[in-house]
């Protein structure tokens, strides 16, 4: 068990608003990654994280924003929702003494915009 | 970018029956992973095999960096390994790519 946990684990909000994702983790690993799920598109990278306040841009990053000021912790935000950003969201880890590059996933969350 | 190729997309299974699921990549890589998606959506990591060769229960993975390709085994397959399987690399800068994944569903 790799210890990440993200909230929450459904959304419905309205178009226009903002959103925030958080994922949280326990065991000091130093990547951290948002990716999104869609029907024909597999996952897809949005942002990601190599360090506390050192983040870049995946392939889908358009309309989100990331923020990391802990290692424990990242943050998806949706600046102001539109319905093409209803998806799964998932946030994932590596970088560990003890599991070194292996990927893990949290549980996701399933986010609807109306 | 570099690219991730699955095959078969779909794979139906009788129950005991072996399989061979294939993972194609057009450039040299760092990392590969395989992932089962289970039918309630949690992805588990499988593997972590850049090279070479592992093997985890009924499951094995077999990686040839050099022809740029990676194969998952299934032995005796169960209604448990019903799910979506997906490959992933990486070539740089700690970026992983997805396949599109291989649906598996085993019948009892």
């Known amino acids: 068990d790799a210890g990440i946990t993200q909230s929450p684990r459904h959304k419905v909000t309205e178009t226009g608003t903002p959103v925030t994702l958080r994922c949280h983790q326990t065991?000091?690993?130093?990547?951290m990654y948002w990716y999104r799920q869609d029907p024909g598109h597999g996952l897809r990278l949005i942002h990601y994280s190599y360090g506390v306040k050192d983040t870049d841009k995946g392939e889908v990053s358009d309309g989100y924003s990331v923020s990391r000021s802990k290692t424990e912790d990242f943050l998806l935000t949706l600046e102001s929702a539109t319905s093409s950003q209803t998806s799964v969201y998932f946030c994932?880890?590596?970088?560990?003494?003890?599991?070194?590059?292996?990927?893990?996933f949290g549980s996701g969350t399933q986010l609807s915009v109306l | 970018g570099i690219q991730v190729e699955q095959s078969p997309p779909d794979l139906i299974l009788q129950e005991g029956a072996n399989s061979t699921l294939r993972c194609n990549f057009s450039d040299s890589v760092n990392n590969l992973q395989w992932f089962h998606q289970n039918p309630w959506g949690q992805l588990i990591n499988l593997f972590y095999?850049?090279?070479g060769t592992k093997q985890n229960g009924r499951l094995s993975a077999t990686t040839v960096a050099t022809e740029r390709y990676s194969l998952l085994y299934i032995s005796s397959s169960q209604t448990t390994d019903s799910g979506v399987y997906f490959c992933?690399?990486?070539?740089?800068?700690?970026?992983?790519?997805f396949g599109a994944g291989t649906t598996v569903t085993v019948r009892a």
């Open positions: 095999i850049p090279s």
């Open positions: 994932a880890i590596s970088g560990s003494k003890n599991y070194g590059e292996k990927l893990f």
């Open positions: 065991e000091n690993h130093r990547y």
């Open positions: 992933a690399v990486e070539r740089e800068d700690y970026k992983l790519s």
